[in-house]
């Protein structure tokens, strides 16, 4: 097939653009001829609460990668539009994951169809935000209403879905994150991040939202009876670090912060390093990171809301428990008990069969089948 994938690339960063680029790959792979279109501009500087949007890494040799996409420009919405209308590739491949994108992505995409050959198939992450505004519905229709087929990577996902289209969607977990490398021995990756080797670490990874539940965590953790134990948090706070400051303040040397966005030359470093992943999230449709976990062959805790459960089968691979301190505490401490983890690394290499790119890309042209 033609296909044109839209959305984050080279040179955004983060786990979007990983993403993209590797279906890009596995279609190519396939001998499908793949072209790639990102931003020019995602978010304004205003709305983007992270410190840096893009990376200073060479682009990949192996994709074709053009930075053509304005999210605030509609001259640019219209002209891409009746570019890929002209241009008329077989499948549009997008991703969404929140409404802001849904006026640029919709109108694009109203056009493109024009030419009665294009069919638009997205990967959705999110239906409803994390955090909700009153644009949320009629973005979500403008953008959902445009789109051919699609596929899900969490039932609540596909039943919220249900709310806005009866286009065809299927459900396909979230594959697994291959581009980070291989683990790294304890001792080496504990020396590069500057950590003791003599201490058990575990985990918390990624940007830091309300919705993510890290005060949960360190509420949790001083409930832990091991003093001994750390949390190793690595992310960019996407909130108020502030509001995290009295009980960090009460766990000292418990808890080591490691602040800021983390390279993906790196992020092999922290998964070698900790015995477990703990996602205490309040919401939630589903995680990248606990595929990265899963890339790593390391053991998780998380809580029982959205995807989360589909993701992690309780007593497999990690615990699954409930969104509270009390709950989130216990887990932990599981995790020391009965050679649990033990039990989930013999487990790893059977559930890793299912997160497959793949699979993934075998279902989003099942969709884009289903649609002619």
């Known amino acids: 097939m033609k296909i044109v994938i839209l959305g984050p690339a080279h040179p955004y960063r983060g786990g979007l653009a990983a993403i993209m680029e590797t279906m890009a790959r596995e279609y190519q792979s396939r001998g499908d001829e793949v072209k790639v279109y990102t931003f020019s501009l995602q978010y304004p500087s205003l709305l983007f609460p992270g410190k840096s949007q ?65 069919k638009v198939i997205c990967q959705i992450d999110n239906v409803e935000p994390h955090e909700h505004h009153l644009i949320d519905k009629p973005f979500n229709r403008y953008y959902l209403g445009a789109v051919d087929g699609f596929v899900y990577m969490s039932e609540q996902v596909g039943n919220e879905l249900k709310a806005y289209t009866s286009a065809p969607a299927i459900f396909s977990p979230h594959p697994m994150f291959e581009n980070f490398g291989e683990r790294v021995e304890r001792t080496e990756a504990c020396q590069r991040l500057g950590l003791d080797a003599d201490k058990r670490y575990l985990l918390f990874f990624g940007l830091i939202r309300d919705y993510k539940g890290l005060d949960l965590l360190l509420e949790a953790f001083e409930k832990i009876e091991d003093k001994a134990l750390r949390l190793l948090v690595a992310g960019e706070f996407y909130n108020d670090k502030e509001q995290y400051r009295t009980a960090l303040d009460r766990l000292g040397e418990r808890v080591v912060l490691h602040e800021g966005f983390v390279k993906d030359e790196d992020v092999c470093n922290y998964f070698s390093v900790a015995d477990a992943l703990i996602l205490p999230y309040r919401t939630a449709t589903q995680s990248g990171v606990t595929q990265i976990a899963y890339n790593f062959s390391v053991p998780m805790v998380v809580t029982r809301v959205g995807g989360l459960p589909e993701i992690v089968a309780d007593g497999k691979v990690g615990f699954v428990c409930e969104p509270t301190t009390e709950s989130i505490a216990d887990a932990i401490e599981r995790l020391y008990k009965d050679d649990a983890l033990a039990h989930f690394a013999e487990n790893f290499p059977a559930e890793r069969k299912r997160f497959s790119w793949a699979t993934m890309c075998d279902k989003l042209v099942e969709v884009y089948n289903k649609t002619k």
């Open 54 to 118: 893009t990376v200073d890494t060479p682009p990949p040799h192996d994709l074709d990668i053009e930075r053509v996409v304005n999210t605030c420009n509609p001259l640019n919405w219209v002209a891409l539009g009746e570019r890929l209308r002209r241009e008329a590739p077989d499948m549009i491949l997008m991703k969404y994951w929140t409404p802001f994108m849904a006026p640029c992505f919709g109108t694009i995409c109203r056009i493109a169809r024009r030419n009665g050959k294009t």
